[in-house]
């Protein structure tokens, strides 16, 4: 069974960092799956944050987190990360760990995990 699960969330001030976390099952990094990262704030649709490739060269961003979020990889530690810098009031949701065999910049994603909350406060 596929899992994904996503750690380091809480509560920063604004212009402060965090550092998400998300471990995953073997099958998905044995067969170089795409990561990516969604988010969702209250009252919102969820939203695309950042996706990587299986050996971390491509990667990709929303706009809005272009320059101060970071997405990588460890294949060996079944793991992805996201790395938030200069956190905004705007940046509060739940975060998403997923994954897909497709292409970095797909549509659907295959798999989700629980989500981890981030609060940025102003």
């Known amino acids: 069974q596929v899992h994904l699960a996503e750690s380091g969330g809480g509560l920063v001030q604004a212009g402060g960092s965090l550092r998400l976390s998300c471990v995953g099952s073997?099958?998905?990094?044995?067969?170089?799956?795409?990561m990516g990262w969604f988010r969702q704030a209250p009252g919102k649709e969820r939203e695309f944050v950042a996706a990587?490739?299986?050996?971390?060269?491509?990667?990709r961003y929303a706009d809005a987190v272009k320059g101060r979020f970071t997405i990588s990889r460890d294949n060996a530690k079944k793991s992805v990360y996201l790395q938030m810098n200069s956190l905004k009031f705007e940046d509060t949701a739940v975060y998403y760990c997923?994954?897909?065999?497709?292409?970095?910049?797909?549509?659907?994603?295959?798999?989700w995990g629980q989500g981890t909350q981030v609060t940025v406060s102003s």
């Open positions: 997923t994954a897909n065999s497709h292409a970095i910049g797909a549509k659907e994603w295959n798999y």
């Open positions: 990587i490739n299986w050996s971390g060269i491509n990667t």
């Open positions: 073997e099958y998905l990094f044995e067969n170089l799956y795409y």
